[in-house]
């Protein structure tokens, strides 16, 4: 069935980098996505991946796409207090649908 | 912007009473969805809508209800509230095409005693 699977925590130190995993199942998933969810607040979309690409890089944020292992990771350079959030990986396997992750929670070591 | 308004946004329930999650969008979105958020789990789709007058079941659908009279108006309805529906809701709202990001609400934590 479909499931997509990330670990519930992540602890990185302040300027470190971190590397958020995600699994997903369904290889026809066009776009693979990250939303960010912050204390008390709806989910913010943070970058996409077509699925055709194998990397995307936006300012502090670099996207790996592994196919063959349906293997997705999001890297934030220079992690600051502020990125201290819940990070949800997403698939599309239909144009309807979202299939999402159970999230992992960014903690931003001082 | 407004973007996505969900009210209202804490609610206490008995069990067995009724209400309805009001969503509202002022971007014109076809799409329209409404998930739940519950501890440990990704979001799960409750129902959605591709336009109005047209909806669909997700993934959890029972014990809700949905209707899509206008664009912008996305309410859920909780028929007989039972503990098992205490989560926090989202709605979201996008444009067709499936690289389209979806907008949140705020959500509302709703809890049924």
């Known amino acids: 069935g479909e499931d997509v699977e990330q670990s519930l925590f992540l602890s990185v130190r302040e300027g470190d980098s971190s590397v958020i995993n995600c699994t997903y199942t369904?290889?026809?998933?066009?776009?693979l996505y990250w939303y960010k969810q912050e204390p008390g607040a709806g989910l913010q979309l943070l970058t996409y991946?077509?699925?055709n690409m194998d990397m995307k890089q936006d300012q502090r944020l670099t996207v790996l796409l592994n196919k063959k292992d349906k293997h997705l990771s999001l890297r934030i350079a220079d992690t600051q207090t502020g990125d201290s959030a819940i990070y949800f990986c997403?698939?599309?396997?239909?144009?309807?649908?979202?299939?999402w992750g159970a999230g992992t929670k960014l903690i931003i070591k001082p | 912007n407004a973007g996505v308004t969900q009210t209202p946004k804490f609610q206490v329930l008995k069990t067995g009473q009724s209400m309805t999650l009001q969503c509202a969008q002022d971007?014109?979105?076809?799409?329209m969805s409404w998930y739940r958020q519950d501890p440990g789990m990704g979001l799960r789709l409750i129902h959605y809508?591709?336009?109005?007058?047209?909806?669909d079941q997700g993934e959890v659908p029972n014990g809700y209800n949905v209707s899509r009279s206008t664009t912008e108006d996305f309410p859920l309805r909780l028929l007989s509230a039972a503990p098992s529906q205490t989560s926090v809701y989202f709605c979201?709202?996008?444009?067709?095409?499936?690289?389209?990001?979806?907008?949140f609400g705020d959500g509302t934590r709703l809890s049924i005693l």
């Open positions: 979201a709202s996008r444009e067709p095409g499936t690289q389209q990001p979806q907008h």
């Open positions: 971007m014109n979105h076809e799409y």
């Open positions: 809508s591709v336009g109005a007058g047209i909806t």
């Open positions: 369904d290889s026809s998933s066009t776009y």
């Open positions: 991946i077509f699925s």
């Open positions: 997403a698939e599309n396997p239909s144009n309807y649908q979202l299939i």
